[in-house]
Every structure is written in structure tokens, then in C-alpha cells.
């Protein structure tokens, strides 16, 4: 099963999109970023691996994916020209708009892929809001923290390496120029500076990518392989959805889904919630 453009809510039509919304009263949202990659892989890298996946669950779950547009929040990639960020204000700003949108679509649900560890504190904090003013459930899948954690080793956590190629092959292998990763950073090195922004205790704040790979990225790009590449996609799709409906099982309190009427129809007091 490969990737599901025509489940991107810009290509349906707006009955296309009513109904699936309605009817599975649940949706996907992509969140990624535009960042340089070194020489090899997009900017769009984060923004085009978020989307693959995205597709994928929301083919799983009969949906659509909504996108909020490529950009992130990156501003420790701004030194490298062609590298854009949004401020935490903008980006929750776009999550919350787009999470009422969905809600008085249909969608109860909506499941956040996320591929950039730069937007997740700003997506937990949006997504806060959002279920507090327009009565969603948000389940957050970090893409990228799966995929890593899922094949330790053969997709590395690196930046622009095995796991962004892959990732990238997934979704549109010609964007890939593996005959332009040039200039490394060091691996260990990268990866030692790198670990200790990733420590769950004590952890610095990110604000010079150079401060991890002096050239921009490290990792093995050579060792992503299409075929593979596509494997993974689908198994991490497979993961976020089976992740998503235990957490819908173990709190169907929550899940305005589930309330009283129970049949899905937004009740005036439901509605009125939700504006
Ligand atoms: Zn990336």
C-alpha cells in the first residue's frame, strides 16, 4: 500500500471530504518543517516524511489529512539561507484554527503527525487549547521517534542520515540526490551533542544547529534503500494507528464521540463548545 494523495483534504472535493469527515468522525493533521537538509535531501524533507505517513493513517482510518502548510518551527536551521521558521505563537495560532475547522466538520478526533522535534512543545500546547475551546480529542504520533525507536540502528536519529533518506524515498524518490551529500559533520560527534538535547531530565534549548553538525547534518544517507523505505512507512502507520485507538479505548470519557447522543450528531450544547 503505498502513499495516499487523494486522501489530502486540498485535492477532495468538498463532498468528498464532508463525507469522509462525518463519517469516521476523525482526522489527520501533517506537521513538519522546511529546513535545510544538506546537499542531498529538500528542505521540505520533515514536511514531505510528516505527509507520507500522515496519508498512510489516514488511509487507515477511511480520512483525510489536512495539512497546515511546510513550514515549522526551525529557527536554529535559520544560518543556512532557504532554511524558514514560524514563531510558537504563529504555528499554535494555524493548529487551533485548523483543529476548529475539522471539529465543526465532523471530526471528534484528530491525529496530530508530526515529524520535527522543533514543534513539539508549541503541538502539545496548541492542542491543549484546542480541546479546550473546540472540544477535540488530539492524539499527538511523533513520527520520526517512532520510526527511530521501531528499527534502532538501520534508522538512525540523526539529521539528513538513513532515517530522513528513507523517509524521503518514501514519499518521492527523485527528490533524492544522494551524488550531493557532501560535507558530513562528524557522526559521533553529532550524535554525542545531539543526545544531549534529547535527555528526558536535563536538557539544553536548541538555538544553533551548527552547535550539533558544523556543516548542517551527519548521518549515512547511502544506507536508506527504497524498498525498505516504503516497508518502514507503512509499519509506522500501522504503529500510530494501533497507538491512537488504544488511547481512544482507555479514555472514551473524553471523547466527545462518546457522549450522551453517542451517534455522532453534535448536540446544540456540543456545538455551542465548540465555537
Ligand atoms: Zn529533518
Do not use: K
Request: include cysteine; aromatic fraction near 6%.
Amino acid at each position: 500500500m503505498p502513499r495516499h494523495p487523494e486522501r489530502q483534504l486540498e485535492r477532495l472535493s468538498q463532498p468528498a471530504a464532508a463525507r469522509l469527515l462525518a463519517g469516521s468522525r476523525t482526522a489527520v493533521v501533517a506537521t513538519g518543517s522546511v529546513e535545510q537538509h544538506g546537499g542531498h535531501l529538500p528542505l521540505g524533507t520533515d514536511a514531505y516524511a510528516a505527509l507520507s505517513i500522515a496519508e498512510r493513517v489516514a488511509e487507515r482510518l477511511d480520512t483525510v489529512v489536512a495539512s497546515l502548510g511546510p513550514v515549522g518551527i526551525a529557527p536554529y536551521h535559520l544560518p543556512w539561507p532557504g532554511s524558514l521558521t514560524l514563531a510558537p505563537a504563529t504555528l499554535a495560532a494555524i493548529v487551533i484554527d485548523i483543529c476548529a475547522g475539522l471539529r465543526s466538520a465532523g471530526a471528534e478526533r484528530i491525529v496530530v503527525v508530526n515529524w520535527h522535534e522543533g514543534n513539539s512543545p508549541t503541538l502539545r500546547l496548541a492542542a491543549s487549547a484546542a480541546q479546550q475551546q473546540h472540544g477535540v480529542q488530539i492524539v499527538i504520533a511523533e513520527a520520526h521517534v517512532i520510526t527511530s525507536s521501531q528499527y534502532p540502528g538501520e534508522m538512525e536519529f540523526t539529521h539528513a542520515g538513513a532515517m530522513e533518506t528513507a523517509a524521503v524515498l518514501a514519499y518521492d524518490a527523485d527528490l533524492v540526490r544522494l551524488d550531493e551529500a557532501t560535507e558530513p559533520s562528524d557522526y559521533p560527534a553529532g550524535e554525542a551533542a545531539h543526545s544531549l538535547y534529547r535527555r528526558p531530565d536535563v536538557y539544553p534549548v536548541l538555538s544553533d544547529f551548527r552547535d550539533i553538525a558544523p556543516t548542517g547534518w551527519y548521518g549515512q544517507p547511502a544506507r536508506a534503500e527504497r524498498a525498505r523505505a516504503e516497508e518502514i512507512a507503512e509499519a509506522v502507520a500501522d504503529h500510530v494507528v494501533r497507538r491512537a485507538r488504544e488511547i481512544w479505548a482507555a479514555f472514551p470519557a473524553t471523547a466527545p464521540g462518546n457522549s450522551a447522543t453517542g451517534d455522532g450528531t453534535v448536540t446544540a450544547a456540543e456545538a455551542g463548545a465548540a465555537r
